[in-house]
């Protein structure tokens, strides 16, 4: 653990400088961007990266010319930018189109050991990429998939219900790191201890996470592990982590001349190899926030310093959230463990219109469930959904009191 006085992080200007998009105007007004829950915005040295690799190196893998052998050059680098990024071997980096169809993809190897009277343990607050892979599992070989509940006044997992839950016969628990709607974290330490001590296998979904807080699969102690680059700035490319002797004894539908080693074992058909550079790159532009040694320590001082602007971002939303007549917040409050997105609804105006009229100021913000769906249900907001503000890397003040004032004046108009 880096202590703060240690931390010194770019400054905000200094990181905007790095993003086109935040010269884009609105209405004559610069938009701010509140919607990185659902995909951040890029820096350049993500873009260059990727028109570096298809204008100069484009090329399959394993032939004897130049491009080819600069692309194997870029897939074994960008696994182990990944694996620093995650704290993994290069060897545990596996890449695919996105977080859903790399879980659907473990599912279906995972699922032919299974079998009925099997379960799987997922819990209320999870993006539906990780319930549904396991729900066509149920279908397809008879498991029974159970549901730890969360604690709708709080936003957090029930941790009574998920020990009820779990037991002699769960094969996997699958549990988010953070919520994508409301911002919760997870303990997935203690998830890790209590499926291991049942002698299950973890699968961590960290794509909400990995914005926000730096991954570390040794101190999650997690089996399995998945996030998208799209989320931390990068380009739309999943990653997956395994362990390698599970990598490596995992029964995965693949080709039969394909690579049987592990990671490429794990990676269908020809790689979006352009992506690959773009999430190392992202990766990078992340440690080159701070100092530090090591490209690990340069992105630990980084995610410290993000930590503490997010957390005085989250105070300032949800407080001035919170003092508007007719607005209610969810999810943990600011002295939680949590990341910087805040949920909420305006009385009497569905989250759509609170979406359209805080864009027509330049303040994007998404609605919905953000495939948040048993969780938006708990929550009771199933017909219209929430509005979500997310804080990122660029983020400034100035921007949140924007949106305050932005939904102060939709409540007022009401």
Request: charged content about 20%; hydrophobic content about 45%; proline content about 5%.
């Amino acid at each position: 653990m880096i202590a703060q006085a240690d931390v010194r992080l770019a400054s905000t200007a200094r990181i905007r400088e790095q993003f086109p998009a935040l010269a884009r105007r609105h209405n004559g007004e610069p938009v701010a961007y509140f919607d990185g829950p659902g995909g951040t915005q890029v820096p350049r040295a993500v873009a260059n990266a990727m028109t570096d690799y298809l204008f100069h190196h484009n090329a399959n893998t394993h032939w004897a010319f130049p491009t080819s052998r600069e692309t194997d050059e870029i897939v074994v680098k960008s696994r182990q930018i990944l694996a620093d990024f995650l704290n993994a071997a290069p060897t545990e980096i596996a890449f695919g189109a996105n977080m859903t169809t790399l879980t659907f993809h473990l599912a279906r190897a995972l699922g032919r050991s299974y079998g009925p009277g099997d379960e799987i343990l997922v819990t209320e607050l999870e993006h539906h990429a990780n319930v549904a892979p396991w729900h066509a599992l149920a279908k397809e070989r008879g498991i029974v998939v159970r549901v730890a509940k969360m604690i709708p006044e709080t936003g957090q997992l029930d941790w009574d219900d998920f020990g009820r839950q779990l037991n002699a016969r769960t094969k996997l628990v699958a549990i988010g790191a953070a919520s994508n709607a409301i911002g919760t974290i997870n303990d997935v330490r203690r998830a890790a201890e209590m499926a291991h001590g049942a002698g299950a296998r973890i699968f961590v979904d960290a794509v909400h996470y990995a914005p926000h807080e730096l991954v570390d699969v040794r101190d999650f102690d997690c089996d399995f592990l998945s996030c998208s680059a799209y989320k931390f700035y990068g380009p739309h490319i999943g990653i997956l982590f395994g362990r390698h002797d599970l990598l490596v004894s995992l029964d995965l539908p693949k080709l039969l001349p394909s690579p049987d080693n592990a990671p490429d074992r794990i990676e269908t058909g020809t790689q979006n190899f352009e992506g690959m550079a773009g999430a190392a790159a992202a990766v990078d532009f992340l440690a080159s926030l701070a100092e530090g040694e090591t490209r690990r320590a340069r992105l630990s001082a980084a995610f410290a310093g993000l930590h503490e602007r997010g957390a005085e971002f989250v105070t300032q939303l949800w407080e001035g959230l919170s003092m508007v007549h007719g607005v209610r917040v969810f999810g943990p409050p600011p002295e939680a463990k949590r990341t910087p997105t805040v949920a909420f609804t305006v009385d009497g105006v569905s989250s759509t219109v609170v979406s359209e009229r805080l864009a027509d100021n330049g303040v994007f913000a998404s609605n919905g469930d953000f495939y948040a769906t048993t969780l938006v249900e708990r929550l009771g907001q199933s017909r219209d959904g929430v509005v979500r503000a997310g804080c990122a890397c660029y983020t400034t003040g100035a921007e949140v009191d924007r949106l305050i004032a932005g939904v102060r004046a939709i409540a007022a108009a009401r």
